[in-house]
C-alpha cells in the first residue's frame, strides 16, 4: 500500500496507462523490504513519518508491532499506534520510567499546585477578613465624625486621626 508518484520512464500501472513507481511506507523502507499493498503498517506510517516507526521499532519490534495489529480490528488500529508511538517517545526519554515517569511528574506539579491555590485561597479570605474589619471601623468610628461635611480627603485623615473614640484607633 505504498504512494503512487509518477516518473516518465518507469514502469506504468495496471489500473491506468500512465507511469508509476511506488514508494514504500517508513515501516518497509526502515525494514528494506518490499512494500505490498496488503501492508498492514503502511496506513499508520506514512512514509513522510519515518521516526514515528523508527521510536515504535525500537521499543516494540517490528514483529510485535505486525502482530499487535493483526489481532486489533481495524477501527482500533489507528489509536493502537499513536499509543505505541507515545509510549516509545516516553521510554526512549526515560528508559526506566517511560509514561509513567512523566504521569508522576504531572501528578506532582497538580499536587505543588493545588497547595499554591489553597494559600492564594487563605490570603483571599484573610484580606476580606481585613476589608470587613476595616469596613466596620469606618462605620463606627469615622462616619459619625464625618457627618459634619467633610471637605477633601485631608479632612478624612483628620477625622480618623481626631476621632473622638480612641479606642476604635486601638482596635483596628
Known amino acids: 500500500m505504498g504512494i503512487e508518484v509518477e516518473f516518465s520512464g518507469t514502469t506504468t500501472s495496471p489500473?491506468?496507462?500512465?507511469?508509476?513507481?511506488?514508494?514504500?511506507?517508513?515501516?518497509?523502507?526502515?525494514?528494506r523490504r518490499r512494500c505490498t499493498p496488503e501492508c498492514v503498517l503502511a496506513p499508520y506510517f506514512p512514509p513522510t513519518e519515518p521516526a514515528k516507526f523508527t521510536m515504535a521499532h525500537r521499543v516494540f519490534g517490528a514483529g510485535n508491532i505486525i502482530k499487535?495489529?493483526?489481532?486489533?480490528?481495524?477501527?482500533?488500529?489507528?489509536?493502537?499506534?499513536?499509543?505505541m508511538?507515545?509510549?516509545?517517545?516516553?521510554?526512549?526519554?526515560d528508559p526506566?520510567?517511560?509514561?509513567?515517569?512523566?504521569?508522576?511528574?504531572?501528578?506532582?506539579?497538580?499536587?505543588?499546585?493545588?497547595?499554591e491555590l489553597?494559600?492564594?485561597?487563605?490570603?483571599?479570605?484573610?484580606?476580606r477578613c481585613k476589608n470587613a474589619e476595616l469596613s466596620d471601623f469606618i462605620d463606627k468610628c469615622i462616619?459619625?465624625?464625618?457627618?459634619?461635611?467633610?471637605?477633601?480627603?485631608?479632612?478624612?485623615?483628620?477625622?480618623?486621626?481626631?476621632s473622638p473614640s480612641s479606642e476604635c484607633i486601638y482596635n483596628w
Not at 489500473?15 to 525494514?31: D, G
Not at 508511538?85 to 526519554?93: G, K, P
Open 15 to 31: 489500473i491506468s496507462s500512465s507511469p508509476v513507481i511506488l514508494i514504500p511506507c517508513a515501516a518497509c523502507k526502515i525494514l
Open 68 to 83: 499487535l495489529l493483526h489481532e486489533l480490528p481495524e477501527a482500533q488500529r489507528a489509536d493502537a499506534v499513536s499509543s
Open 85 to 93: 508511538v507515545y509510549e516509545a517517545s516516553a521510554r526512549l526519554r
Open 96 to 115: 526506566v520510567y517511560g509514561c509513567t515517569g512523566f504521569i508522576f511528574l504531572l501528578q506532582q506539579q497538580i499536587s505543588e499546585l493545588q497547595s
Open 118 to 127: 489553597a494559600k492564594a485561597q487563605a490570603q483571599m479570605i484573610k484580606i
Open 143 to 162: 462616619v459619625p465624625t464625618l457627618d459634619e461635611s467633610p471637605n477633601s480627603s485631608d479632612d478624612i485623615i483628620a477625622a480618623l486621626l481626631n
